[in-house]
């Protein structure tokens, strides 16, 4: 293996590991030492990659990202309708949640709540996610629209709060109790509500 390649390969090992010391403990609840532990690294090791621990929690929130895309996206492309593509979101990411990708929850959704007035950075960071959530939902609705799959008074960006708040209540209460029922809920709540009130 080349040391370029060995070094890509220490740096993936490290955002894995502090992904799962950050989704169980919380940014502020790991230090370095824990995510040189984790990794049988040195902090100098460690450091050789990454400025600090907010740069590696730079790193996991893109690669959390990518990973929570991947898994949600395949399930939206799998329908043509508007309102099916907003329903196979709630299921892609209730099977999110079934795989335990993060072994202390969705790590977005925790950072999300312990970034709120700490760090601005991560805060701003984690904001442009959850924007991207909603302009996905919004640009849904919208094509969906154009296609008269969608009631042209339906507002979407209302309806892209309501979505990704039932789904962070989902995600919370899943947290909590380790119930997928919660997103089976949602699911039925929105099959009811999207064929009342949003399809054409």
Same mark, same amino acid.
Not at 15 to 21: C, E, F, K
Not at 22 to 28: L, N, P, T, V
Not at 100 to 114: K, P
């Given at each position: 293996?080349?040391?370029?390649?060995? $070094?890509?390969?220490?740096?993936?090992?490290?955002?894995?590991? %502090? %992904?799962?010391?950050?989704?169980?403990?919380?940014?502020?609840?790991?230090? =370095?030492?824990?995510?040189?532990?984790?990794?049988?690294?040195?902090? $100098?090791?460690?450091?050789?990659?990454?400025?600090?621990?907010?740069?590696?929690?730079?790193?996991?929130?893109?690669? %959390?990202?990518? =990973?929570?895309?991947?898994?949600?996206?395949?399930?939206? /492309?799998?329908?043509?309708?508007?309102?099916?593509?907003? *329903?196979?979101?709630?299921?892609? @990411?209730?099977?999110?949640?079934?795989?335990?990708?993060?072994?202390? $929850?969705?790590?977005?959704?925790?950072?999300?709540?312990? =970034?709120?007035?700490?760090?601005?950075? *991560?805060?701003?960071?984690?904001?442009?996610?959850?924007?991207?959530?909603?302009?996905?939902?919004? /640009?849904?609705?919208?094509?969906?629209?154009?296609?008269?799959?969608?009631?042209?008074?339906?507002?979407?960006?209302?309806? %892209?709060?309501?979505?990704?708040?039932?789904?962070?209540?989902?995600?919370?209460?899943?947290? =909590? &109790?380790?119930?997928?029922? &919660?997103?089976?809920?949602? @699911?039925? &709540?929105?099959?009811?509500?999207?064929?009342?009130?949003?399809?054409?």
């Amino acid at each position: 293996m080349s040391i370029t390649k060995k $070094g890509e390969r220490s740096r993936e090992i490290i955002v894995d590991r %502090a %992904a799962q010391l950050f989704s169980r403990k919380g940014f502020c609840g790991t230090s =370095m030492e824990d995510i040189a532990e984790a990794v049988s690294l040195t902090k $100098g090791a460690i450091y050789s990659h990454f400025d600090s621990k907010e740069d590696i929690c730079y790193a996991v929130l893109e690669k %959390a990202g990518r =990973m929570i895309q991947g898994k949600v996206s395949p399930y939206v /492309r799998s329908q043509s309708n508007a309102c099916d593509q907003l *329903l196979a979101m709630i299921q892609g @990411y209730r099977s999110y949640a079934e795989d335990r990708v993060f072994e202390g $929850g969705c790590i977005i959704l925790n950072l999300a709540v312990e =970034m709120d007035d700490i760090n601005e950075g *991560l805060r701003n960071d984690l904001a442009a996610r959850i924007m991207g959530w909603r302009r996905w939902i919004m /640009r849904i609705v919208e094509e969906g629209k154009g296609r008269k799959e969608v009631r042209d008074d339906v507002d979407s960006d209302q309806l %892209a709060t309501l979505i990704i708040s039932s789904l962070q209540g989902a995600m919370i209460q899943f947290k =909590m &109790f380790s119930d997928l029922k &919660f997103y089976d809920q949602t @699911y039925e &709540f929105f099959q009811r509500y999207l064929d009342l009130e949003v399809r054409a």
